[in-house]
């Protein structure tokens, strides 16, 4: 039995309703969402795309991990300026196979969608505001997180001066790693895997974030969506700098990789997309104060911004050679 | 020569760039958008999908006006509350041969998408903050509108009271109209032609909009997006009310329609979506404050709110027949 939108709406709206009452002034089912800003903050806008195919396997990837990751991977954004997630929208296209069937396989992956989805707003703090549903032969996911961040407290990628010191969150390549492993077996496997576990259910660093954000500590930051390489390419030239990083200060997957790798545990860690790490940028007087980890996870000094506007990469043996954005780009998969 | 999503971002971030001085605190480029909000007013969020072949069809509908419309649509919902667009995010996924090739075809479909888009913007004073691009087979438009409207002045769908009169804006069903000109004609028709320009580059009513936010003069208001017999039995719906409107009284188009038409007047002003006017509805001691015609656009009583929760047509000999909602629903097309 096919249904019409408005029962579609309902029925996510009605799957996301926060457990406590709602923050917002009006949400999700009139035209359009009102929010009430805090006084002295200043709002936060992103949206990504979560295509099927482009960004996601329908027959790989759990529905819950399409729905926990879709709302994630934009928070990662918010993360990335020091912010705090308030509300998103969704807008979802969808098979008709997906959506209202009472009792078949459509209902329960779009009731397992949901519920990734649901566990993901709880966890940030993120409440559906609204949206817009329609009809499509491929799942389309489009989300657009608001958050909020105290007014000059916001940390762009534009900051980063000359002798700064460049840090990570966490091991990079992992969820690269996790995509590999995912994309070999012939069925979903075992979700304890860790580099799984990351490919599938992304953390976005937003208590670090907000941390830096705080103290002032960082003179720049980026969240690590299409790997290393790339997005440090992104973080120097909206600052106008160069940078230099030290091969051996790269925190890169542990463990042993099989040799049907697309790459090798360095080539993961500079090239892998979707980790969702922060990469910031603390000046000389200020890095003593950041600690090797920040709630049980690791900060890592991997190398320092140059006034030279290249991306070196020194190795094990000092030699030099230069780092080219090798991560993730929509329009160069496939060439 | 394919190039990579930065120098696509670079390209519409040119392209879109306002003509005066930037209203936000940090525009496209970074991880996310900044805007500083005004105090004592709240912000309204909205978006909308715009997708080739349900939307659009690339064949039939001149670039620009693809570029116009899908901001424009999601500009509607703003001034369906009474507010003021301040800003938008574009997500767009295209084919290859659509972006950044130097000389041929697919660089004039973008320029000429980015130029409506941009001739929106500017009519609707809604600059780009950021959005997200991605390749993919076709073409896939998501807009998210950041409004404002002053604190409890937004105006609702929910707050129609029995008694209230119903009012629109314009002439219902000259969108629709338009469109089946565009299906049957075998190339791009005149634009002069009424109908078939308000299909292409529907005007949101945000300056009626805000008028009667401003005066408190409606109770709730809806945007027409997919027909007045659907968009009504959402607004009683919200209102927990019903409706009764005169056939006599609707605004439809005139003019000769050939006999192919999918509807008749009567159908497309009923039926027929992509109006943008605004529906609304107003008490009976506010409604005499209702000019005939607003900057030019007619404004039209078309029935009365019922405390009976169904909507009601009465036709031109009196008889009463229930209307069910018959416009575009995604979910219902092609059943």
Not at 277 to 285: I, Q, R, Y
């Amino acid at each position: 039995m096919k249904a019409g939108e408005d029962k579609l709406v309902k029925k996510i709206v009605k799957a996301l309703a926060p457990k406590s009452g709602p923050r917002l002034a009006l949400s999700a089912g009139d035209d359009a969402a009102l929010l009430t800003p805090r006084p002295g903050y200043e709002t936060i806008l992103t949206c990504d795309w979560f295509l099927e195919g482009s960004h996601f396997l329908p027959r790989k990837h759990p529905a819950d991990s399409i729905g926990w990751k879709c709302l994630a991977r934009a928070v990662s954004d918010i993360a990335a300026m020091g912010g705090q997630p308030r509300c998103f929208l969704l807008s979802l296209a969808l098979p008709d196979r997906l959506t209202l069937r009472e009792k078949g396989r459509g209902s329960r992956w779009l009731d397992e969608f949901l519920g990734g989805l649901r566990r993901a707003a709880r966890r940030f703090g993120c409440v559906l505001a609204g949206g817009d549903t329609t009809q499509r032969r491929e799942i389309l996911i489009n989300v657009t997180v608001v958050g909020e961040v105290l007014g000059g407290r916001a940390i762009r990628r534009s900051g980063a001066k000359a002798g700064d010191r460049i840090f990570v969150s966490g091991v990079l390549g992992e969820a690269e790693l996790g995509l590999q492993k995912l994309r070999r077996s012939a069925r979903i496997p075992q979700k304890s895997d860790r580099a799984l576990r990351k490919h599938l259910y992304p953390q976005p660093r937003l208590a670090l974030g907000q941390w830096l954000a705080d103290r002032k500590l960082a003179s720049s930051m980026i969240d690590l969506s299409d790997g290393l390489s790339s997005d440090l390419h992104r973080l120097c030239g909206a600052s106008r700098v160069g940078a230099r990083i030290e091969v051996a200060q790269i925190p890169s997957p542990q463990g042993p990789l099989t040799a049907s790798m697309r790459f090798d545990a360095l080539g993961l860690a500079l090239n892998g997309g979707d980790d969702y790490e922060l990469l910031f940028t603390v000046s000389a007087s200020k890095a003593p104060r950041i600690p090797r980890s920040f709630e049980g996870l690791a900060l890592t000094e991997i190398g320092e911004i140059t006034r030279e506007r290249r991306v070196v990469l020194i190795e094990r043996d000092r030699t030099r050679k230069a780092l080219l954005p090798r991560g993730w780009d929509p329009f160069r998969e496939g060439e």
